[in-house]
């Protein structure tokens, strides 16, 4: 009888696992059938405390302890199992943490070393077109220099509308067309602010002045009193 009691229990165990399993009770479904594991286990005691008297307060006593144990060794497996689960999912969030610390490290790495490449590249492209240009300009002729140099002060590009017109004053034109271009690079180097240009173009101006006839440097003269260049030209 005992036996057939007990397969009949541990069968309903069995049956709602799955329930238990879906509602998240698997800890009370653990405990329940280690309760009657435990039942089946004391139930010879239990029935030889009824045959004997069932009065004895000393076996009485045994029995409540002998489940208090039981109960506390199946919590403590229980909490024991709560706190490897909590370790293990701890140690999972660390990890990731870390691995998500190293892709951002390797990603701000990267980003560094394309920036860092980017930069070369366009300082090296500076470079370039800088050299590129100087070759380009030193198979111009004056003409087709003073030409690019208009376009381009039409076009509000002063920087490199001075450019041109100061190469064009390095090829050494008649003093009347020098004279206009000396204007013309004063008044795009001022509106520049290019200080660097201005000594250049006053080391044209001091070549040039030895060239000029009395007309072209009287007429250079009233241009400097009345632009008030003298002593940015002459340093008086």
């Known amino acids: ?88 999912v701890e140690e999972a969030i660390v990890e990731k943490t870390i691995v998500e610390e190293a892709i951002v490290e390797k990603t701000v790495a990267e980003k560094i070393i394309v920036e860092e490449t980017i930069s070369g590249e366009t ?14 300009l030193s198979g111009l ?13 039409q076009a509000g590009n002063f920087s490199q509308a001075s450019r041109y017109f100061l190469h064009a004053l390095g090829l050494n034109p008649v003093p009347d067309l020098a004279l206009c271009l000396i204007m013309d690079c004063y008044w795009l180097l001022n509106n520049m602010e290019d200080s660097e240009s201005l000594i250049e173009l006053n080391n044209y101006v001091k070549t040039c002045l030895a060239q000029f006839n009395p007309e072209l440097r009287r007429r250079f003269d009233a241009w400097i009193i009345k632009e008030n260049l003298s002593k940015q030209i002459f340093n008086d």
Not at 1 to 12: D, G, N, P, T, Y
Not at 40 to 51: A, D, E, L, Q, S
């Open 1 to 88: 009888m005992r036996a057939f009691l007990i397969s009949v229990l541990l069968s309903c165990a069995v049956l709602m696992f799955p329930y238990a399993l879906r509602s998240g009770l698997i800890a009370l479904w653990i405990l329940s059938v280690l309760v009657l594991m435990i039942l089946g286990t004391m139930w010879p005691k239990i029935k030889n405390y009824k045959v004997f008297g069932g009065n004895d307060p000393i076996t009485e006593e045994a029995i409540v302890e002998e489940a208090i144990v039981e109960e506390a060794i199946v919590e403590e497996a229980i909490v024991e199992e709560a706190i490897v689960e909590e370790a293990i």
């Open 141 to 153: 002729a004056i003409d087709e220099l003073i030409d690019l140099g208009f376009r381009e002060k």
């Open 123 to 136: 300082i090296f492209d500076d470079i370039f077109f800088e050299s590129s240009n100087e070759s380009e």
